[in-house]
């Protein structure tokens, strides 16, 4: 099947996948298939590796990322959905933070071949010491695995500018291990629309990613 742009800027299809036109041809990320039509090469894009491409086969909308945009990425884990960005957002920047030295290794190897990846060794829970490298940026997106994902994202809010939109990837066993995923999602969405907060989305990313969803908010 002929791979052909979907509604989201800088996300393909061929059908059965997702795609992300490849910023470093001839190279994979970890391990996914690569295609090539018209002299272009593709990567393909995992929803079960990918919260944030789980949100797009669960129907999510909204979709911030360009190819100029600048992103805070907390919890970069080692790259995987951080590459993704990095073919999205070809002329903008992902600065990347990770607590794991281990996936923090992937992450350096990641953006020797990446140049608008920057790869932060740091703790997102104390953005006072990596902010001033990164500045304002127009996306947030958090996939931290900790009870307090919520503050962690607020604390960060500040560096997103206004009108910016931010992710918040929320994993419930993470919060209560015993309590009804559906009831913690909304607990977070309490915790975070506030005054100068708009929610634009609360979605699960079932079958994709247990127990997962991704609160979409807005800076007004």
Not at 171 to 196: F, T
């Amino acid at each position: 099947m002929a791979i052909r742009p979907t509604e989201w800027e800088g996300v393909y299809t061929d059908g059965p996948w997702l795609l992300t036109r490849n910023l470093v041809p001839g190279t994979s990320v970890y391990g996914e298939g690569r295609s090539v039509e018209g002299g272009v090469e593709y990567r393909r894009w995992d929803a079960n590796r990918s919260k944030l491409a789980a949100y797009l086969r669960c129907g999510g909308r909204v979709w911030p990322f360009r190819e100029a945009a600048s992103v805070l990425y907390l919890g970069a884990g080692s790259g995987t959905t951080v590459s993704h960005l990095s073919d999205v957002c070809s002329h903008g920047t992902i600065a990347a933070v990770e607590i794991s030295r281990r996936s923090f290794r992937d992450l350096l190897k990641l953006a020797e071949g990446r140049p608008n990846v920057l790869p932060i060794l740091d703790d997102a829970a104390k953005p006072e010491g990596y902010g001033s490298r990164v500045g304002p940026v127009s996306v947030l997106y958090q996939d931290v695995a900790q009870r307090d994902q919520e503050e962690i994202f607020q604390k960060n809010f500040e560096w997103l500018r206004p009108g910016g939109v931010g992710y918040l990837m929320i994993k419930a066993r993470s919060e209560d291990v015993a309590a009804r995923p559906s009831s913690i999602y909304e607990d977070a969405r309490r915790k975070i629309e506030g005054a100068d907060i708009k929610v634009l989305d609360l979605r699960v990313l079932a079958p994709y990613q247990t127990d997962h969803a991704a609160l979409v908010v807005q800076k007004e």
